[in-house]
Nanobody
Framework: QVQLVESGGGLVQPGGSLRLSCAAS????????MAWYRQAPGKQREWVAG???????MHADSVKGRFTISRDNAKNTVYLQMNSLKPEDTAVYYC??????????????WGQGTQVTVSS
């Protein structure tokens, strides 16, 4: 059973920073791509940033220069450093990971989501 557990969300003032973490646990062979998505109230879930094993990080235009995705392969963890936060960044942030488990094709797992609220 593979699980993705997120942490690090909360309430922050505009211009502030937060760091989200997402750790994968369970039995698996490898983690391929890892990514962050977000969903604001009344809106569709959108891709925020992604990073593949051994590849360069990529960010959505809306967060480029403010957010940075990184991963620690030894800890099976992906991070999202969020700086210069704006009220429009308010959303539930979800971790996504493409994971190869024994005897099955690679599958995209989701975390439970963590709330980020940017407000004064």
């Amino acid at each position: 059973q593979v699980q993705l557990v997120e942490s690090g969300g909360g309430l922050v003032q505009p211009g502030g920073s937060l760091r989200l973490s997402c750790a994968a646990s369970g039995i698996f062979f490898s983690i391929n791509a890892m990514a962050w998505y977000r969903q604001a109230p009344g809106k569709q879930r959108e891709w925020v940033a992604g990073i593949i094993s051994g590849g360069s990080p990529m960010h959505a235009d809306s967060v480029k220069g403010r957010f940075t995705i990184s991963r620690d392969n030894a800890k099976n963890t992906v991070y999202l450093q969020m700086n210069s936060l704006k009220p429009e960044d308010t959303a539930v942030y979800y971790c996504n990971a493409n994971i190869q488990t024994p005897g099955k094709p690679a599958y995209a797992f989701w975390g439970q989501g963590t709330q980020v609220t940017v407000s004064s």
